[in-house]
């Protein structure tokens, strides 16, 4: 079992950062690659960034140029650095963990991060 515990959501204006971090913990000796998705009220969930345990990345196009996401292998944690924020970005924002061999998501509980003025 791999527990996933979120934080860094809340509320910013336009234009400005959040930093979100996500920490694994129990087996995670496997992790393949770690991320984040989003849902926004009426949407269909959808990925964000995602890290590999060998450090490759993915964006979403819309988040491209203005979010980071990193990883700590030794300490099964992400993070995903937030700037230029639009209110378009406001969503419950989810960290996962994936494992290749099992072929198995774990999820974290979700955080909540609005962007409004």
């Known amino acids: 079992q791999v527990q996933l515990v979120e934080s860094g959501g809340g509320l910013v204006q336009p234009g400005g950062s959040l930093r979100l971090s996500c920490a694994a913990s129990?087996?995670?000796?496997?992790?393949?690659?770690m991320g984040w998705y989003r849902q926004a009220p009426g949407k269909q969930r959808a990925l964000v960034a995602s890290?590999?345990?060998?450090?490759?990345?993915n964006y979403a196009d819309s988040v491209k140029g203005r979010f980071t996401i990193s990883r700590d292998n030794a300490k099964a944690t992400v993070t995903l650095q937030m700037n230029s924020l639009k209110p378009e970005d406001t969503a419950v924002y989810y960290c996962?963990?994936?494992?290749?061999?099992?072929?198995?998501?774990?999820w974290g509980q979700g955080t909540q991060v609005t962007v409004s003025s």
């Open positions: 996962y963990a994936f494992f290749l061999e099992q072929k198995l998501y774990y």
């Open positions: 890290i590999t345990s060998g450090g490759s990345t």
């Open positions: 129990g087996s995670i000796f496997s992790i393949n690659a």
